[in-house]
């Protein structure tokens, strides 16, 4: 089964006419999308967008062999022309199946947004591979778990990665699986940040007009096992980490901050960095992370070895530096390679967060310049046991390797 995406992007298209943003304006060459179309085999076309015929022409497709036009969701602004020769366009209710003269059988599946999703089989029947579309801003509803993956599915990744992290649950998708970002619109980032964001979630994006095979091989990297995010003080970088599992179906925040009694303003920290964590994360304030990262479990998002390693000093006594010779440098030494092996051994997916110090002023105390030193000396040891390592300015990522 092959098909042609006519389009990727959001229903108003990319650039948006007139729309001055960032985004939009980086929008060019390649990075510019019609509104997402999909156009299966020759004989299925799944959503009629404006241009869709000349989209095709350019492709190197005809439009003439075309049996349903399904769309997948309510269209607004004006009506979309029907080019000569195509059926009219519906919707089918949900759960139903089609058969198709050509073979292929379409069935619609339930969304929790405006409109339907369609999962397709080709001519090969159920044996064959399958692909599964939804619409702009939309998950799977009601779902059953599958015993068998879709071999490709696309979706919008960046609007809707609990979508992705659904189907993931649900055995629909697998690492096999080809997952392709679709309904891109102005509202995800400029330039390559994009594409990053859906290699974190292992997705991509193509351009308009790529031609792909449903079920053919495709070497797909692994995620990384370990990442280390950096950055200073409200840089982004506990959103980079969030961002970099939220597509998980399962994930265990490790808070090494701990509760403070009587301090309003961390209560409200710590509040504000739940509320935007996925319903289904889990959580646990401790900074015992060895066993965590030896043990078996979902993936780990470690916030942050900046707090865990005040911990450590604490206990320590670093702070003194009477106790700093007498055997306090030894205790941290011993915590801090005790922690790096086991992020080295670990085989959970692990998401850690540091904070990036001695860019700025030179501290004033010795118990400042010795914490300064020893988070520079640990993020520098966790980062050689990392597959990648990022740090975030600005809300913006430089990937470090």
């Given at each position: 089964?092959?098909?042609?995406l006519?389009?990727?992007?959001?229903?108003?298209?990319?650039?948006?006419?007139?729309?001055?943003?960032?985004?939009?304006?980086?929008?060019?060459?390649?990075?510019?999308r019609?509104?997402?179309?999909?156009?299966?085999?020759?004989?299925?076309?799944?959503?009629?967008?404006p241009?869709?015929?000349?989209?095709?022409?350019?492709?190197?497709?005809?439009?003439?062999?075309?049996?349903?036009?399904?769309?997948?969701?309510?269209?607004?602004?004006?009506?979309?022309?029907?080019?000569?020769?195509?059926?009219?366009?519906?919707?089918?209710?949900?759960?139903?199946?089609?058969?198709?003269?050509?073979?292929?059988?379409?069935?619609?599946?339930?969304?929790?947004?405006?409109?339907?999703?369609?999962s397709?089989?080709?001519?090969?029947?159920p044996?064959?591979?399958?692909?599964?579309?939804?619409?702009?801003?939309?998950?799977p509803?009601?779902?059953?778990?599958?015993?068998?993956?879709?071999?490709?599915?696309?979706?919008?990744?960046?609007?809707?990665?609990?979508?992705?992290?659904?189907?993931?649950?649900?055995?629909?998708?697998?690492?096999?699986?080809?997952?392709?970002g679709v309904?891109?619109g102005?509202d995800?980032?400029?330039?390559?940040?994009?594409?990053?964001?859906?290699?974190?979630?292992?997705?991509?994006?193509?351009?308009?007009?790529t031609?792909?095979?449903?079920?053919?091989?495709?070497?797909?990297?692994?995620?990384?096992?370990?990442?280390?995010?950096?950055?200073?003080a409200?840089?982004?970088?506990?959103?980079?980490?969030?961002?970099?599992?939220?597509?998980f179906?399962?994930?265990l925040?490790v808070?090494?901050?701990?509760?403070?009694?009587?301090?309003?303003?961390?209560?409200?920290?710590v509040?504000?960095?739940?509320?935007?964590?996925?319903?289904?994360?889990?959580?646990?304030?401790?900074?015992?992370?060895?066993p965590?990262?030896?043990?078996?479990?979902?993936?780990?998002?470690?916030?942050?070895?900046s707090?865990?390693?005040?911990h450590?000093?604490?206990?320590?006594?670093?702070?003194?530096?009477?106790?700093w010779?007498t055997?306090?440098?030894?205790?941290?030494?011993?915590?801090?390679?005790?922690?790096?092996?086991?992020?080295?051994?670990t085989?959970?997916?692990?998401?850690?967060?540091?904070?990036e110090?001695?860019s700025?002023?030179?501290?004033?105390?010795?118990?400042?310049?010795?914490?300064?030193?020893?988070?520079?000396?640990?993020?520098?040891?966790?980062?050689a046991?990392?597959?990648?390592?990022?740090?975030?300015?600005?809300?913006?990522?430089?990937?470090?390797?």
């Amino acid at each position: 089964m092959d098909l042609t995406l006519l389009g990727t992007g959001a229903p108003g298209g990319l650039p948006l006419p007139g729309c001055p943003c960032a985004t939009c304006a980086t929008a060019t060459g390649p990075r510019a999308r019609a509104a997402t179309s999909v156009f299966v085999d020759g004989a299925l076309l799944l959503d009629l967008t404006p241009g869709t015929a000349l989209a095709a022409a350019r492709a190197g497709r005809t439009l003439g062999g075309v049996r349903q036009v399904l769309l997948s969701h309510p269209h607004t602004g004006p009506a979309v022309e029907v080019p000569p020769g195509l059926p009219a366009p519906g919707r089918a209710p949900d759960g139903r199946e089609l058969a198709l003269i050509s073979g292929h059988r379409v069935r619609a599946v339930a969304v929790d947004a405006p409109g339907t999703g369609y999962s397709v089989t080709g001519p090969a029947g159920p044996e064959g591979p399958e692909l599964l579309y939804l619409p702009p801003g939309a998950a799977p509803a009601g779902m059953e778990p599958r015993t068998h993956p879709y071999d490709l599915v696309l979706l919008d990744v960046l609007g809707r990665p609990d979508a992705l992290a659904r189907l993931r649950s649900l055995g629909a998708v697998s690492a096999a699986t080809d997952v392709i970002g679709v309904h891109l619109g102005h509202d995800v980032p400029p330039g390559d940040e994009a594409e990053r964001r859906l290699a974190a979630a292992g997705a991509r994006a193509v351009p308009d007009g790529t031609a792909l095979a449903v079920g053919a091989h495709r070497a797909t990297p692994a995620p990384p096992r370990r990442t280390l995010v950096l950055g200073g003080a409200r840089s982004g970088k506990s959103a980079e980490a969030e961002r970099r599992l939220e597509t998980f179906p399962e994930v265990l925040y490790v808070a090494t901050g701990g509760t403070r009694d009587g301090d309003a303003e961390w209560a409200e920290r710590v509040a504000l960095h739940r509320g935007r964590r996925p319903a289904g994360w889990r959580t646990t304030e401790t900074c015992e992370l060895a066993p965590l990262l030896t043990g078996d479990g979902p993936p780990l998002l470690i916030d942050c070895l900046s707090l865990w390693l005040t911990h450590a000093m604490d206990e320590a006594g670093a702070w003194d530096d009477r106790r700093w010779r007498t055997g306090g440098e030894r205790a941290l030494r011993e915590r801090t390679a005790e922690l790096t092996a086991a992020v080295r051994a670990t085989r959970r997916t692990v998401v850690a967060v540091s904070n990036e110090v001695g860019s700025g002023v030179v501290p004033a105390t010795a118990s400042g310049r010795r914490f300064r030193d020893e988070l520079g000396r640990l993020n520098t040891a966790v980062a050689a046991e990392c597959e990648r390592v990022l740090l975030v300015t600005a809300g913006r990522v430089l990937d470090l390797g």
